[in-house]
């Protein structure tokens, strides 16, 4: 078997003392794939995000990135090891133009700015067009899109995307995936996590199904988007919450 | 009239210097330091300290002090940033970690109080001069007298400025600090070490507010409260300019002194720091989010 880009091996998590949201969570990403993490509101999506991100420490089990533990690196630590994230809101600096917020996506990396500044202007063409404007003042496609850019700078091995789809018009969501999808042929290795089912599991490779803080199931993207259980376990969840 | 304005703007230079530090401090660490004026009062007494055993060469030109004082300006200014970095790391360090925002602010009027009684002590509460020698004030224009140390003063404070800029937008460091101001979250997953960039917005803010509080020594006098009289013009200032804008601390700055020196024109001298006061009220009603700050 070939080495894993991350294992997430039962890990546990949460935001206060005694109180687990992650209750054993274990997933894997291999090199040079799509994985979409896929869950009912409060299922601990963002909180996977966040700990794989270094922003939450892990209680116990263990986070490998390419077989390094990379368990309770602090955040700007993990950037020096090649995690990208792009978080779901406020994922701009909004008062510095959008070419500032790309250089700031190699700030551990500097010398590959101009060439990751090239590499993301051929993905994301509008940014060049708009690289002196603030980013505060980009509509919310334009802002995801500098977001997945700086992410794109950091030259990273893995790529950790939270809610995507997030606040965007269908059009624009299809746009976002599409682009996504170009991110991953570049060589980048991609973790999704989305409410959007749909949308996030036709670019993915594999999916997991995250409820109650655990994984409860897991597989191909096609399989899971056909399988009744999923669709009971997430949108039986949502009815739940309706 | 002309007059007015240059007294304003040599009263704008140090106002600016002061109102930047407490413009990044509040919009990177969120809280309003009233110990800021302090660091002013340190800046000056530090300089006070070292300008005489640095006070080699003859005078340069007509100012009152020779090249020795622009060593004593960069000792003081590392003195100061030190000092800053020292306050954070005894005082506020420890208070960040607690969810009570308002404990900071209580713990730098705190700080205050004791920095300037720490003045006192060493230094006694008189007022103190760099030097005896009498400042001739040369006219420049029309009915406008100003002596060349004010002169000095006005230009080092706009070489510092343009300085300041240049760091924020052109370095690294400037840029993450932005980077920090702007999204502290985002600045850490991008790998911006925010501990870093803490201490460095005490070096900047100290730094500065040494050089304004020696250029208040300079062109006016140095007591061991003059920290506290400033800080409320200072607020005044970074309020009025949109508070985290550091441009907005600098135009702030020169309203603010061009409005207390012009308001003489009208108005009892003992008025004058009322006028800060007004002016700040009149834009917090007005313009809440002052004149360079961006709407919520």
Do not use: C
């Not at chain 1, 039962?10 to 040079?32: C, H, K, N, S, W």
């Not at chain 2, 009152?64 to 030190?82: D, M, P, Q, S, Y």
């Amino acid at each position: 078997m070939s080495e894993l880009a991350l294992s997430v091996e039962d890990v546990v998590a949460g935001y206060v003392p005694g109180v687990d949201i992650l209750r054993g969570v274990a997933l894997e990403v291999r090199p040079g794939e799509i994985v979409t993490v896929l869950g009912p509101n409060g299922a601990g999506k963002s909180t996977l995000i966040k700990v794989v991100a270094g922003l939450l420490r892990v209680r116990s089990g263990a986070l490998k990135l390419f077989g390094k533990d990379i368990s309770n690196l602090p955040a700007h630590r993990m950037v020096g090891e090649g995690v990208g994230y792009v978080p779901q809101t406020n994922n701009v600096f909004p008062k510095m133009s959008v070419e500032e917020n790309l250089e700031l996506g190699a700030y551990v990396r500097t010398r590959e700015i101009r060439r990751g500044l090239e590499q993301v202007y051929v993905t994301f063409p509008d940014l060049q067009r708009l690289r002196r404007q603030a980013a505060g003042r980009l509509s919310g496609g334009q802002r995801q899109m500098v977001a997945i850019g700086r992410a794109l700078m950091l030259q990273p091995r893995l790529m950790l995307l939270d809610e995507p789809s997030a606040g965007l018009s269908p059009l624009l969501v299809g746009h976002v995936f599409d682009k996504i999808r170009e991110v991953r042929e570049i060589g980048v290795t991609i973790l999704i996590v989305e409410q959007n089912a749909k949308a996030a599991l036709a670019i993915s490779d594999r999916g997991y199904v995250l409820a109650e803080g655990k994984d409860q199931v897991s597989g191909p993207a096609q399989e899971l988007l056909e399988n009744p259980e999923v669709g009971e376990l997430y949108l039986g969840a949502r009815k739940g919450l309706a | 009239m002309g007059q007015y304005i240059a007294d304003g703007i040599i009263l704008g230079a140090t106002l600016s210097l002061g109102a930047i530090g407490l413009t990044l401090t509040f919009n990177i660490l969120r809280f309003a330091n009233f110990a800021h004026g302090e660091l002013l009062t340190f800046g000056a007494y530090f300089g006070l300290a070292l300008a005489g055993p640095l006070a080699f060469g003859p005078n340069i030109g007509s100012l009152t002090f020779g090249w020795g004082f622009l060593l004593v300006l960069v000792l003081a200014a590392v003195l100061t940033a030190g000092l800053a970095v020292l306050i954070d790391f005894i005082v506020f360090r420890v208070l960040r970690r607690s969810d009570v925002a308002v404990a900071l602010v209580i713990a730098s009027f705190g700080a205050s109080l004791m920095l300037r009684n720490v003045v006192v002590f060493i230094w006694g509460p008189q007022p103190e001069y760099y030097s005896r020698a009498i400042a001739i004030a040369k006219p420049i224009l029309p009915g406008v007298r100003v002596t060349s140390d004010e002169i000095f003063v006005v230009v080092l404070a706009a070489v510092l400025m343009v300085a300041l800029h240049l760091f924020l937008t052109r370095t690294r460091l400037g840029k993450a600090m932005r980077a920090v101001s702007d999204n502290a979250l985002l600045a850490q997953v991008t790998g911006v070490n925010v501990t870093n960039v803490i201490r460095m917005v005490w070096v900047v803010g100290g730094t500065l507010a040494a050089i304004g509080g020696v250029f208040y020594g300079l062109t006016v006098q140095m007591i061991p409260t003059m920290g506290f009289t400033l800080i409320l013009p200072m607020f005044a200032a970074a309020i009025l300019g949109g508070i985290g804008s550091v441009y907005g601390a600098v135009l702030g700055g020169m309203v603010i002194g061009l409005a207390e020196s012009m308001s003489v024109m009208w108005i009892d001298p003992g008025y004058k720091p009322a006028v800060a006061f007004a002016l700040m009220f009149l834009i917090l009603l007005i313009l809440p989010s002052g004149i360079l700050g961006e709407r919520a």
